[in-house]
């Protein structure tokens, strides 16, 4: 990705001189029918809606450091109904932990399918790939909730342990990386990564 300072000291040497992946630069069965393919077109109608209205929430900012920050709050509020838990509320664990699990995964794809890649094609390959390996630690965190009984003491404990840790990994992309990668792109190439990273979420809304 292309950035406000002199770029000429990234360029390829590849031949064709191309530019970055990123582009900166009739009767009752007729009935029964009709009835069927209005009742997919209900529920085609109604799955488009629900992604909108769940992408929406992240994306109504129109920043994508803002959008994430967002999610990242919203995170925080899943850890904090998680915690309010006791160990007789197995099932609502369960449920809250299928919420979270959802999200981080809305969360991660994001990231990893559009502003880790823009990060690395912005010579800060060292942030990305820091971050994203964190995104492994996160994958062994909720492997690690759904193995240990969600009724014991030991379940919470881990949650916390997991909190510890992403709490730092959201404070590291949202004080220092993200905002200074924000800062050394030019407001239509800021614009483009929001595009292309709500459009990322909405695959998985």
Not at 36 to 58: D, H, T, Y
Request: proline share 1%.
């Amino acid at each position: 990705m292309a950035t406000k300072g002199d770029t000429k000291q990234r360029k390829s040497g590849s031949s064709g001189g191309s530019d970055s992946a990123f582009g900166w630069g009739g009767g009752g069965a007729g009935v029964l029918a009709g009835a069927a393919l209005a009742g997919a077109a209900i529920g085609i109608a109604a799955n488009v809606g629900r992604k909108l209205f769940v992408q929406f929430a992240g994306a109504a900012s129109g920043d994508w450091v803002e959008a994430l920050k967002a999610e990242h709050q919203a995170t925080r509020l899943l850890f904090d109904r998680i915690e309010a838990t006791d160990d007789s509320q197995g099932m609502m664990r369960g449920a809250l932990l299928m919420k979270l699990k959802y999200a981080l995964a809305k969360h991660a794809n994001e990231e990893e399918n559009v502003i880790y890649p823009a990060l690395r094609d912005a010579n800060m390959a060292h942030d990305a790939d820091a971050l994203n390996g964190e995104h492994g630690y996160v994958k062994t965190y909720l492997y690690e909730l759904e193995t240990i009984s969600n009724t014991s003491p030991e379940w919470l404990a881990r949650v916390r342990d997991f909190r510890t840790m992403i709490e730092e990994h959201m404070r590291m992309e949202e004080e220092e990386v993200f905002p200074a990668f924000r800062n050394v792109l030019s407001e239509e190439q800021n614009a483009r990564l929001t595009s292309m990273m709500n459009k990322e979420g909405f695959k998985m809304a």
